[in-house]
């Protein structure tokens, strides 16, 4: 498998402050899989709740507003200060329930062990490289309370002719030009997932408009 080259930091914070509130127009194939991943990923009791690569708040809106207990708290951390300035306007009306977080780009965090119920992280795999990926899942491990849940969505191959081309599509632009498409490529996610460790709950192709999209809801073991 040909090994793709990922956007750096400094250049994933210039592509993500570039794009700004326009992330949000990729709802059309990224709700789907949205709606997927609050259907597996049990909300309805999460107290609390890190979302890494929050981008634009959004889906940390609707978590906060329709799925989690009113009591919920909420982390999100972000890269980019251009979708950190966003997210904190969108989350403003939760007051102290929801803080926002600028990172320098790193994948380990100062939280105690155990300290979420649930750990996000939507269209974010498929932007790092692979070891960095392993990284972000260890330390969702260590973040996760026994019995919480990772819950992942991001980019993967389609399984239909069509979708099967826009993904190899995608993953050619990626190729040449990775800024053009965000940085993010077609993944597998679940063979990044130590089967020692985790223990999956939820696995699910979401196809919209051509897009495929991995949903995967899991716990530590």
């Known amino acids: 498998m040909t090994t793709?080259?990922?956007?750096?930091?400094?250049?994933?914070?210039?592509?993500?402050?570039?794009?700004?509130?326009?992330?949000?127009?990729?709802?059309?194939?990224?709700?789907?899989?949205?709606?997927?991943?609050?259907?597996?990923?049990?909300?309805?009791?999460?107290?609390?709740?890190?979302?890494?690569?929050?981008?634009?708040?959004?889906?940390?809106?609707?978590?906060?507003?329709?799925?989690?207990?009113?009591?919920?708290?909420?982390a999100g951390y972000d890269l980019s200060g251009t979708m950190v300035r966003i997210a904190r306007a969108r989350l403003g009306a939760f007051g102290n329930r929801a803080a926002v977080h600028e990172t320098d780009g790193g994948l380990t965090f100062d939280d105690p062990d155990g300290a979420y119920d649930r750990v996000v992280a939507t269209y974010l795999l498929d932007l790092l490289s692979r070891d960095?990926?392993?990284?972000?899942?260890?330390?969702?491990?260590?973040?996760?309370?026994?019995?919480?849940?990772?819950?992942?969505?991001?980019?993967?191959?389609?399984?239909?002719?069509?979708?099967?081309?826009?993904?190899?599509?995608?993953?050619?632009?990626?190729?040449?030009?990775?800024?053009?498409?965000?940085?993010?490529?077609?993944?597998?996610q679940r063979p990044l997932l130590n089967e020692t460790r985790w223990s999956v709950r939820t696995h699910t192709l979401v196809t919209a408009w051509g897009v495929s999209s991995e949903v995967l809801v899991a716990t530590p073991l």
């Open 4 to 74: 793709h080259r990922t956007l750096s930091r400094s250049d994933v914070e210039a592509v993500y402050d570039r794009v700004g509130a326009w992330q949000d127009t990729q709802a059309f194939y990224e709700a789907p899989a949205f709606d997927a991943l609050v259907a597996g990923g049990g909300f309805a009791d999460a107290r609390s709740v890190v979302e890494v690569g929050c981008g634009t708040g959004k889906l940390a809106e609707r978590l906060l507003q329709n799925h989690c207990p009113s009591a919920a708290r909420y």
């Open 132 to 188: 960095d990926a392993r990284t972000l899942l260890g330390e969702a491990h260590r973040l996760l309370r026994a019995n919480g849940r990772l819950c992942l969505a991001g980019l993967t191959w389609g399984q239909s002719p069509f979708s099967w081309c826009v993904s190899g599509l995608w993953n050619t632009v990626h190729r040449i030009r990775p800024g053009w498409v965000g940085g993010c490529r077609p993944l597998r």
